[in-house]
Structure formats: structure tokens, C-alpha cells
């Protein structure tokens, strides 16, 4: 059995006679002995392997590239070399599978825009060896997080009728013949689909996941999320996944309280349980990092609400290249500016214009804003958006009658405020935000495996 790299190195002296299996990093060899570095992915750090020329492959060893595939046995010792505490005297060296020179990662250093050329081979680097062992257990923390607040984990479907936040940003699902579908009065009849209605992939698990708060006081969804939204920025992709809590029996400010909690639950796990990875980002993403991060999870967030926001907004005298007037959204250049300097950490934007807001929203007495909640942080913007909802009944369908939205294949939706509705909220965590919060890394398609974005889908 192979023992992890991280494993060795925290048991040290311990565990002297080894044996592990990764990738070579770098290698420098001369007539007498030759260094291999070698990283299985477990830690940010590798181990320095020496071999010496006593080793009957050692002419083999010495020819190998990076990128190689090894099978190393030997002993643990202290290395006599700075920049590492240890080091391992090689007893044996199997070579698994061999690279040759034309593999894609020989210099130490690439730009982020190549390595997303080579997805498949780029969590063998250093960064992204970090930001995917951090997603991974932030992934984890999240559950445990909900777990330990007792919420209950709901999976809510992908495929479904229902357009959530109706954008019209959704994915068609679809098994009609492209090329000729059969036609209705001029239009795709999708009655002879195979769910037999119009189908997409899902933008969010809200609705589904309101119906099950109604029956289980406090839940969350974490899954995948698709919108087809033309939109190219460092914050979007068309796939991405989201956690979205729901409470039963709560209003606005306890939405924001579960937030705030949430949120600095996650920055102190990462910076506690994913110090490597942090003190690597820290030391080559982001100097600070791990001092922003530590404010956060000690820090109250800052409450505004939207109104007293587009005020300051216009006050501050900032040039913005999108108009700042009360009634329209947010763009990132002024909820960076808000979050960044108006207020220098994390804050809630409270009650926004109904008009701005999906159908959901919980319509506030001034018969102007909604019940809504952005939480804006700095150097990404919004990172979560939430509501409380509109449980009366009549309200929410005056509301949908307003917009233009059709009550029938929502009926179900409706249902829920017929019997025993009652005040309920929940929001969402862009998962892909958090990351490249917590890690620093400023493009969305640099915190995910393999990127889906407008005429991306390759890997
Ligand atoms: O603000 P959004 O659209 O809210 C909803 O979907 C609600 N149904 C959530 C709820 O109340 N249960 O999206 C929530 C979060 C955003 O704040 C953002 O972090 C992330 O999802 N997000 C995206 N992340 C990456 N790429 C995109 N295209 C995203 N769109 C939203
Ligand atoms: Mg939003």
C-alpha cells in the first residue's frame, strides 16, 4: 500500500522506511546522484528523492522527465538541504509510466490563460493542486457546517419545467430531432418531447427546496447550477454550483444571520484546516490573504439597505461607467466600490426595487422594494443572493400576474401558500465565489475543474 506524501511528512522521523507513488516535478541529475521531486497531490509540498548512481537503474532514473509517473521505497532522513526537512534516501525506484520532453508543464512557472488550455493537465501544478484540494474541503465543511445546525440536505432535481429566477437563462433539454422538429402552429411542439413540455437544465434549486423547508423547518440544496447566460466575466460561467439554504418560519434579518454565520464558518475552516494551501496562496496569489481572511471570520458584517447604498453612491463624487440611480441593479463596479470603500469588508445590501428582483420576493409595505438581501464582498462583489418569500398567496400571484408569469405550470409552487404557508427564506452561495474568495484567485474559470463558459466546453 501506498503511503500519502502528506502523511509522511507530518509523521517525519517516523516513518522512516517508506514507500509512495507521484508525479515528478523536477529533476537534477549528474554522473554520481540525481534529485527527483516528487508530488502525489495529498500537500502543496513535495518530496526531494536522491538517488545514487549504486541504484541498478540508475541510468534509467537519471534519463526521466517531468511529468513521470514513480513508485519510490527508501528512508525518511533530514535533509542536510534548506527549503525542506526532509528528504528520502531512495532504496528503490519503479518508473510506472514515462513522460517525455513534450510534456506540457516543464517550466515552473505558467500563465493562468495557458494552463486553462491544458485542463486535463493542470492540477498538477502547485496552484492548482491548492485550489483544488481547498474546494474540496470547503465542499466538505459546507456539509458539515449545515450538519451541525441540523438542516436537512435535499437533492433537488437538474432537469426541470420551471425557469427559477426567470431570466430565461435556461439550457434546453431536449431529444427532438434538431434539424426537424415536429411543429405546432409555427413553434417546436414540444408536447411530443420526452417529458412532454419544454425543459432545461436547472438555474438554481429555490422552488423545489422552499417545498421542502415546509415540511422540514430548515434545509439545503448543494448541486449543480446551469444558466446560459451570454455574459464573459472573470465572476460567471455557465455551469457552476450553488448551496442554497431554506428556513421555515424566518424572515430577512434571520437569512442575513445564517449568512454571516455561514460565511465566517467557512474562512475559519479554511484558514485552520487548509493552512498549507492558504499560507501558498497567501505567499503567491494574494500577499494578505490570510490576514483578510482571519478579519472576516472574527468581523460583524455591515447591513445597508439598498436605498441609503445608491445614496452614498452618488455622493461619493466615484466616476462609474454604468449609471447609479435608485430603482436600477447593482453592477460589480459599484458594489465593489461599496463593499471595497464604503465599508472595507463584507456587507449585506437589504430591501432592493421589486422591479430588479425575481417573483419570489416578498413584497415590503412601501409597495416599492422587496424583501431582498445581496452580500457584497470586496474584490468579487455579490457572492450570495437571498430573499425572504412571498408567502401570501395573493400577493405572489398578483405579483406573477404583474410580470407576465403563467400560474399554470407553477401550480404546484402556488400550492404551498394554500396550506399552512408560512414566512420562509433562504439564499445562495455561488460555490465558485467562495473559492476565489478564499483563495484569492480572481477568475471563476481558475476554481473549477473544467470550465463551461460561452463556446467553452471542451474538456
Ligand atoms: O443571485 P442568484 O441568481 O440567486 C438565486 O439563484 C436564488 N434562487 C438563490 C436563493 O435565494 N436560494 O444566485 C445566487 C448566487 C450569486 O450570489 C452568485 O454567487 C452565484 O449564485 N452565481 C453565479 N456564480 C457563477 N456564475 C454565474 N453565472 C452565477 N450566477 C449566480
Ligand atoms: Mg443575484
Redesign the pocket.
Known sequence: MRTRIKEILERGAKSAPCSFSGWVRSVRASKEICFIVLNDGSTIDGIQVVAESGLPNFTDICRIGTGTALTVAGTLVESPASGQKWELAAGSIEIIGGADAAFPLQKKRHSFEYLRTIAHLRPRTNTFGAVFRLRSRLAQAIHRFFSEESFLYVHTPIITASD??G?GELFRVSTLDAAEPPMLEGQPDFSQDFFGQKTGLT?????E?ELFALAFGDIY?FGP?F?A?N?NTA????E?W?I???MAFANLADDADLAEKFVRYLCRFALDECADDMAFFDKHIENGLIERIGKVADADFARMEYTEAIDRLQKSGAAFAYPVEWGLDLQTEHERYITEQIVGGPVFILNYPKDIK?F?MRQNDDGRTVAAM??LVPK?G??????QREERLDRLESRMVELGITQEPLWWYLDSRRWGSCPHA?????????VMYLSGMEN?RDVIPFPRTPRHCEF
Request: proline content about 2%; charged content about 25%.
Open positions: 427559477c429566477e431570466a438555474v438554481s434549486g429555490q422552488l427546496g440544496t447550477t444558466r447566460e455574459s465572476r460567471h460561467a455557465s457552476f450553488m442554497e439554504p431554506e425575481a419570489y445581496d452580500l468579487i455579490e457572492i450570495i443572493g437571498g430573499s433562504g439564499f445562495g452561495l455561488g460555490f465558485e465565489r467562495l471563476i
